[in-house]
């Protein structure tokens, strides 16, 4: 199920970020943690009443030297066009201004639902201010605190009833789901027009010409496959121009319907941190991940610069290490026939189950070779392991202590889960559980 998209508006220095930072909870720092992913805290997940979205902060892009009311005007239009429910923020301390106004003509005419908040209510006697605020047009407004954490919960309670009601179309369980995603002209459309055989995709020079994902079913050799192309995730016009950051979002939806991302690359440009960025949500999601170079044929070559680029891709990309990385052409179409096999067997890895006494002969003969360092006198005893879920894998360790699973050990011990059973294109999980 694709998680719906909350946009967070308003002018400068009504606490857009502190709210961010409040709803998200700590979730920012957590994905921090993962080595070599880039981030932009103006991007994270949010969930409340059992419902996960993605969140975006829209103080959290800078647009240079635009002017003031025009910096406001571009972050609330990026919001309209890619948000399915708006919060919009506005501050009890300075009631409503005219820069408020301006916000307010902006969302109306975009007809997607907003949530009125009012930020910066700390005290009970501050509430008697907040009615001015049903002059801006959106129904009652919502007195919050995001210092205090105050009223967030009746803010998000309202923020959740607009959520969109309609289902995805589910395909069949043994349909292999992939989308393709990337900086906005590395070669996405050309390579789905490859992949399919035939023009199904429009292609063209000029970034961002495909507006919306669109799924191709398509079959080969008796495996049916859905791609799910993301080649719009910038649209044209100086606001997408100017902030590429937001291209991430069309990915992040593609992302959470696909069982392989493929990374595209655009092989004359180079690895840029975009890249990074929207790898990194890939990962992050548990897909399973192929990194396609695309334009190869456009490079100048000789005998080291293949292994030279791929040297290139794993130092930038440390958290991808497990990604299958294939160089291509879809204008020559040369080695387009090797992304099929490398998305069956990222697949077949991503779904793997191990049965649960093999899975510890192997951690136990790892652990026999390579005992967990010792921690002021205590040493981390693993038990017994078991492998709790497919799509990505993952796997239990009952242990003595959790905290003495230190992230080195943890990293040693997926290198032997990865060297007894492949594992190859998909990320595996590993959870440390107290045995009762």
Do not use: C
């Not at 943690?33 to 409340?48: A, H, K, Q």
């Not at 939806?253 to 990074?276: F, H, M, P, T």
Request: no cysteine.
């Amino acid at each position: 199920m694709v998680k719906p998209v909350v946009a967070i508006v308003g002018r400068p220095n009504v606490g857009k970020s502190t709210i961010f930072n409040r709803i998200v909870g700590e979730r920012v720092s957590i994905v921090e943690d993962i080595p070599g992913v880039t981030r932009d805290r103006i991007y994270s997940t949010g969930e409340w009443l059992n419902h996960e979205f993605n969140l975006i902060d829209t103080g959290g892009i800078d647009l240079g030297d635009e002017p003031f009311l025009e910096q406001i005007r571009q972050q609330a239009e990026i919001a309209i066009e890619e948000a399915d429910v708006i919060i919009f923020i506005t501050s009890g301390r300075e009631g409503v201004t005219s820069a408020d106004e301006e916000v307010a003509k902006i969302l109306y005419r975009s007809k997607k639902p907003v949530v009125l908040a009012v930020n910066k209510v700390d005290n009970p006697e501050m509430r008697a201010d907040i009615y001015d605020f049903y002059a801006l047009g959106f129904g009652e407004p919502f007195p919050i605190s995001g210092a205090h954490g105050i009223g967030l919960g009746d803010m998000l309670d309202a923020v959740v009833e607009h959520f969109p009601k309609t289902e995805e179309e589910e395909y069949e369980p043994d349909v292999i789901k992939f989308s393709l995603i990337g900086r906005p002209n590395v070669g996405k459309s050309s390579l789905v027009n490859a992949l399919l055989g035939e023009e199904r995709v429009i292609v063209s020079d000029v970034a961002g010409t495909t507006r919306d994902a669109t799924d191709s079913s398509y079959t080969y050799e008796g495996q049916e496959y859905v791609i799910i192309d993301t080649a719009g995730m910038r649209k044209k016009g100086k606001v997408y121009e100017t902030t590429e950051k937001y291209s991430v979002l069309r990915a992040l939806k593609a992302i959470e319907r696909s069982d392989v991302v493929l990374v595209v690359i655009n092989a004359e440009e180079g690895i840029r941190e975009q890249d990074k960025h929207i790898a990194g949500y890939a990962h992050e999601a548990g897909r399973a991940v192929i990194i396609v170079v695309n334009k190869w044929d456009a490079v100048e070559k000789d005998e080291k610069t293949m292994k030279d680029f791929e040297q290139k891709i794993r130092s930038h990309f440390l958290f991808l290490d497990y990604a299958p990385i294939v160089f291509v052409s879809a204008k020559t179409k040369k080695r387009v026939h090797q992304v099929l096999p490398l998305i069956n067997m990222a697949s077949e890895s991503h779904s793997l189950r191990i049965q649960s006494s093999v899975l510890n002969d192997v951690i136990m003969d790892a652990v026999a070779m390579n005992p967990a360092p010792s921690d002021k006198g205590r040493r981390l005893r693993i038990y017994y392991a078991t492998q709790v879920a497919v799509k990505p894998p993952a796997f239990v360790f009952f242990v003595n202590e959790p905290e003495l699973m230190h992230f080195s050990y943890e990293r040693f011990l997926q290198n032997r889960i990865r060297e007894a059973f492949g594992f190859e294109g998909t990320p595996i999980r590993i959870l440390s559980r107290a045995r009762k």
